[in-house]
């Protein structure tokens, strides 16, 4: 599920701990993508179940930066948005995120908020006010960027501001494969 190709998506993990930004890294990255002539779906997975959209969810968010579609997903229901309120419900046991992919309108790319573990490349987000855990590069191989507001130890990947909307668009694009502008966009 990693590669892009012409009918499977690039499906890259926005992954950190709790109040490290990864919603507002999303957001920015749904802009610049589609800014760049791409069409951008995001997955938004919680811990908590989730009963709709309201303004100022994540969701919402993700929507308003130009996402095409966005899976909300959680333990017991998820669902794909796919118009300004077109929400159906499946309550059933959180199905494997391909088959989450799979049931959006195909796009060039997904980006998967959260989902920390799930085996797919991902971009680390560091903050220095996040809640506590351990950097997630030092053991996930398929961490291939750090954005952070703070200086990163290590460094067995690149570490890209938070600020550095373009730049880290510019790592996913060549992660996927995919050319730094689509079309003529």
């Known amino acids: ?17 709790k109040n490290s930004g990864k919603t507002t890294l999303v957001e920015r990255l749904v802009t610049e ?21 309201a303004e100022g969810t994540d969701s919402a968010r993700h929507r308003r930066a130009g996402a095409h579609e966005v899976a909300l997903v959680s333990p017991r229901r998820w669902a794909v948005l796919r118009g300004a309120s077109d929400l159906a419900w499946q309550d059933e046991a959180e199905p494997p995120l391909a088959a989450i992919v799979a049931r959006l309108e195909p796009p060039d790319i997904v980006i998967v908020e ?32 750090v954005a952070a507001d703070c200086a990163v130890a290590g460094g067995n990947v690149p570490a890209f501001s938070l600020d550095d909307v373009a730049g880290l668009a510019a790592a996913l694009l060549a992660k996927a494969g ?8």
């Open 178 to 185: 995919l050319p730094g502008r689509r079309g003529n966009s």
């Open 114 to 145: 959260g989902m920390k573990r799930a085996p797919i490349p991902k971009i680390e987000v560091r903050r220095s006010g996040q809640g506590p855990g351990v950097p997630l590069a030092d053991g996930d191989p398929q961490v291939f960027a």
């Open 1 to 17: 599920m990693a590669g892009a190709s012409a009918t499977t998506p690039f499906v890259v993990g926005v992954a950190g701990w």
């Open 33 to 53: 993508l589609a800014r760049r002539g791409y069409r951008v779906s995001t997955v938004k997975h919680s811990h908590h179940d989730i009963s709709g959209e």
